[in-house]
């Protein structure tokens, strides 16, 4: 499968559709079981207290894949993506509630690169407060 944006037809610039992304803590069970992750942050909340956390947080993998939903999205081809990184500044908080915690991402394109790539920038943010940060990709282009 080939990306169904072309190279020659993006500009430096050029937004993303922004996506929210609604967690709650049945995600992350869900996630845990995929995931193989079941460490108990992520849905104890006496112990994600007892270690400092303001309550149950979120797997960092699991707000990173999220967040590059927006790019493969755009792409329409995940396998367009060459390159992925992301710093974690923040834990996404989901409180056990029916509402629990959003993700919203925006990105843009942010330089034409060689062979057809661009760079993506993206933002995530969860509660108003920045979750990832150089979340950057790379990505393939037609």
Excluded: C
């Amino acid at each position: 499968m080939t990306s169904k944006i072309s190279w020659a037809d993006v500009e430096v610039g050029t937004e993303l559709p922004a996506q929210s992304f609604p967690v709650t803590r049945a995600t992350l069970v869900r996630y845990a079981g995929a995931s193989g992750d079941f460490n108990p942050i992520h849905w104890n909340e006496r112990f994600a207290k007892d270690v400092g956390l303001p309550d149950v947080i979120a797997h960092g993998m699991f707000t990173m894949a999220e967040a590059i939903r927006v790019v493969t999205d755009w792409v329409g081809d995940p396998g367009a993506v060459v390159e992925y990184g992301v710093r974690f500044t923040r834990p996404v908080v989901v409180p056990d509630d029916d509402r629990g915690a959003v993700i919203e991402v925006t990105g843009k394109v942010a330089a034409k690169l060689d062979d057809r790539t661009v760079r993506v920038d993206l933002t995530a943010t969860s509660a108003g407060q920045k979750v990832l940060g150089m979340s950057r990709a790379v990505v393939r282009l037609a």
